[in-house]
């Protein structure tokens, strides 16, 4: 339809006449022939225009024109209905979400009634807690300045042996600082000790040596002697 358009546009023919003129000519025109002509101008020999008169040709361009106007509005019309059926699935959507949102709500206002009752019943708890408190504040007032009383004297008896305690832990360091001192000094004496003890047991070392060494040259010739004398005898 369009190329068929565009070639009646770029054809030199005559221009359309307007709509009110061409309504005129197709209440005088023959409409089964107009529109067979139309028919026939948009199938294969669509060029082949030239035994038709002038509004013969503004028929068949107004056709033209009306059948293109139609398939505009289908066309329209289906985009219409897609936006309609998309819009009506949003609003179903959102029809549901209200709807949870609503069930959601009076979920919530119940547990929010729940708590409330809950909170009445911990506050009427709460209330004769502190009743029974009072009281008991009352009642026990003697005694707890009686305790008072009681630690007062406990913390000065734990601040006399706190000082006491101080005094034995200063007695203590002084004790084995003394003690430590002369752990040192007997460290001392006993390394020297042990050196003496060394160098003795080394001199004694040296002259045990020196005596052997000397026992045996001395007893070397009387044992050489008395080999000579036992062999002379056993001859």
Same mark, same amino acid.
């Given at each position: ?52 008169? *002038? *509004? ?22 289906? +985009? ?16 549901? +979400? ?25 506050? $009427? ?6 009743? +029974? ?13 009686? $305790? ?47 050196? *003496? ?6 001199? *004694? ?7 052997? +060494? ?22």
């Amino acid at each position: 339809m369009l190329s068929l358009f565009q070639k009646q546009k770029n054809a030199p023919e005559p221009q359309a006449e307007p709509v009110s003129e061409v309504s005129s000519d197709l209440a005088q025109a023959d409409a089964p022939a107009a529109v067979a002509a139309a028919e026939e101008s948009t199938g294969p020999q669509a060029g082949n225009k030239a035994h038709l008169d *002038k *509004k013969s040709l503004d028929l068949v361009f107004a056709v033209e024109q009306m059948i293109q106007a139609k398939q505009h509005l289908e066309l329209s019309h289906h +985009d219409l209905q897609d936006r309609l059926s998309h819009a009506n699935g949003q609003i179903e959507r959102l029809n549901r +979400d209200l709807r949870t949102h609503h069930k959601v709500i009076e979920e919530r206002e119940l547990s929010i009634r729940e708590l409330e009752q809950r909170m009445s019943d911990k506050n $009427l708890k709460i209330d004769q807690m502190m009743e +029974d408190y009072r009281e008991l504040q009352a009642a026990l007032s003697g005694e707890i300045e009686e $305790l008072k009383s009681a630690i007062e004297l406990e913390r000065q008896n734990y601040a006399s042996l706190l000082h006491k305690h101080n005094e034995t832990l200063i007695e203590k360091n002084k004790r084995i600082g003394e003690l430590d001192e002369k752990n040192g000094k007997l460290e001392t004496e006993l390394a020297h000790m042990k050196l *003496k003890y060394e160098t003795i047991r080394q001199e *004694k070392t040296h002259l045990v040596n020196m005596v052997n +060494d000397f026992t045996s040259r001395m007893t070397a010739p009387f044992a050489a002697q008395a080999g000579r004398s036992n062999g002379v005898e056993s001859e």
